[in-house]
């Protein structure tokens, strides 16, 4: 039977809590100001007291004491990284590895109980059920932490999940069920370890983290609709099951995989449940009806459910870290300036009224066709060199094993094709453990030209100066790529192309936006 490798204990060491009742003590003054602080008191208690000789039963309660402060802690601490570009900088890669560090604090402290009962100590015995189950959560936290920040996930964690799971299955109580949260039903190893691997398959990377979070919240229901079997389930030609070989250190295999440790999600009434609730949202049952959650928009939830059953229910693979490099590389920049740069060949400066013009700007107007100025001399902030792993059509899936720019979802990114560069969109990035960085790229349709635009007529939301834009030619769906905040319906603006021609559009409606561009559809006038 599987055991958990755990730090040897030592019997000078002090234990950090020597009864339930000095550490509730401890609990009711601990502070909270300084969250890196508290952060790095629970960790070294919770390290002291995994290194200390404790009855198991003792270890059991003074752990249990502790779940809910570490809990708060880390949801603080944690909020230093959101919305972070990635690669992670070095301090925020240090908080990352903290925030990882107590989940592997907790889930060893549950080890050492967990162990003590596979040993046959009468005191936790009775509790062997209960004990994995929150080594099997910690563990699933710790995993959950990379997916969250969008990171590769350590695959010796995933080995650990499957042998905690098989453990429990060995000794009879993979489906008791123990009471976990006082909101929620009680909920047993298998609960746990289903979850942990429909978040993984629910194509996660590709998830904002809003949606991360309200999957979550909805496999507190929907767990109980999986049944994991040893057999391939009756229903996998209608409903390809989701199998994993606990054996591996890997996640997701072929739903017609076979073996002695592989198992089967039989995804069939979570599959029904899903249908049920994309046909109801269709008709116009509110999100809240259906038990999604308040103030949702109801096409927001249609959409994400749409995508849980592709990956769930359909057999569609989700996206993992990919380390393969191919000889083909691809010359990067990043922003809309940096596009507009490239496209245009020049920095971008504000147009100026012929009439305005001086005798060196009329020169060096016949010389270059434009105005010179000392910003051009510059070559923007550069480009990168990245490996193309997949190319298919207008997505690409690139590797960079350098340093670079920080990179996050939403984001324009220029990629240079046989006539120049060409915008591209960010939809997913993964970190991986050794600092490279995996990033999939949409191309944005259309052959672009680099314009100036500015808001017309009075009430100005927006600067009344020209910015740099990207006009994108595509038949009746050509598009504007406009900086933040410019979409507004209806608005006139002045547009000028690279031959100084003057043209007024008006903003139609909104075909795009990211996290430093809106694209707009619009009608000249």
């Given at each position: ?19 339930p ?8 003054q ?45 949801e ?36 050492h ?24 959560h ?24 499957h ?26 190893c ?24 309200l ?58 449940n ?69 496209l ?10 012929k ?35 997949d ?8 590797i ?49 030209e ?5 808001q017309t ?8 100066k ?23 319906r209806?608005r ?34």
């Amino acid at each position: 039977m599987y055991r958990p490798s755990l730090p040897e204990t030592d019997e000078p060491v002090e234990p950090a809590f020597a009864d339930p009742d000095s550490c509730a003590r401890w609990i009711s003054q601990f502070q909270l100001t300084d969250i890196r602080l508290a952060h790095r008191t629970l960790t070294g208690k919770l390290s002291g007291l995994n290194r200390a000789v404790l009855s198991p039963l003792v270890r059991l309660k003074v752990t249990e004491l502790l779940r809910e402060t570490v809990d708060i802690v880390q949801e603080s601490y944690g909020r230093k990284l959101v919305g972070k570009p990635l690669p992670l900088s070095d301090s925020e890669s240090s908080i990352r590895d903290e925030i990882v560090s107590l989940w592997a604090e907790m889930a060893t402290s549950y080890g050492h109980c967990l162990n003590a009962g596979i040993d046959g100590e009468p005191s936790v015995a009775g509790h062997l059920a209960r004990i994995c189950q929150r080594c099997l959560h910690y563990t699933a936290l710790q995993i959950s932490g990379y997916i969250f920040l969008s990171h590769q996930v350590d695959s010796r964690l995933w080995l650990q999940l499957h042998q905690l799971y098989r453990l429990s299955e060995d000794a009879g109580f993979s489906t008791v069920p123990e009471s976990f949260d006082r909101h929620l039903p009680p909920t047993s190893c298998a609960d746990h370890f289903i979850r942990t691997v429909l978040l993984c398959q629910a194509d996660p990377y590709e998830l904002t983290r809003s949606q991360l979070q309200l999957v979550n919240r909805w496999l507190d229901g929907w767990t109980s609709l999986v049944v994991i079997t040893r057999d391939i389930p009756a229903s996998a030609k209608t409903s390809p099951p989701i199998a994993i070989d606990l054996e591996s250190s890997g996640c997701i295999l072929h739903p017609a995989s076979r073996g002695a440790a592989i198992r089967y999600l039989d995804m069939s009434e979570l599959g029904k449940n899903l249908k049920i609730r994309m046909v109801l949202l269709q008709q116009g049952q509110a999100p809240s009806q259906l038990g999604l959650g308040e103030s949702l928009p109801p096409d927001f939830c249609l959409s994400l459910i749409e995508k849980l059953h592709r990956h769930w229910c359909e057999g569609k693979m989700a996206r993992r870290f990919d380390e393969r490099t191919i000889s083909h590389r691809a010359e990067l920049c990043f922003g809309l300036e940096e596009i507009h740069f490239h496209l245009s060949g020049k920095v971008f400066t504000q147009p100026v009224e012929k009439s305005s013009l001086n005798k060196r700007q009329h020169v060096e107007i016949g010389l270059f066709g434009h105005i010179a100025s000392k910003g051009e001399q510059k070559n923007g902030r550069g480009t990168e060199s990245w490996n193309i792993q997949d190319e298919n059509g207008k997505e690409f899936s690139l590797i960079r094993t350098e340093k670079g720019v920080r990179v996050s979802p939403g984001h324009l990114v220029g990629i240079r094709g046989d006539e120049g560069f060409v915008p591209c969109v960010i939809r997913w990035v993964i970190a991986g453990l050794e600092g490279s960085v995996n990033m999939g790229l949409k191309l944005l349709e259309g052959r672009p030209e680099a314009v100036a635009i500015r808001q017309t007529g009075i009430n100005l939301t927006v600067s009344g100066k020209y910015v740099p834009a990207i006009l994108l030619h595509f038949g009746e769906r050509t598009s504007l790529v406009m900086p933040r905040e410019w979409y507004v319906r209806n608005r006139i603006i002045a547009v000028l192309d690279r031959e100084g021609l003057s043209m007024e559009f008006k903003l139609t409606g909104l075909a795009g936006k990211g996290a430093d561009y809106e694209r707009a559809t619009f009608m000249q006038i």
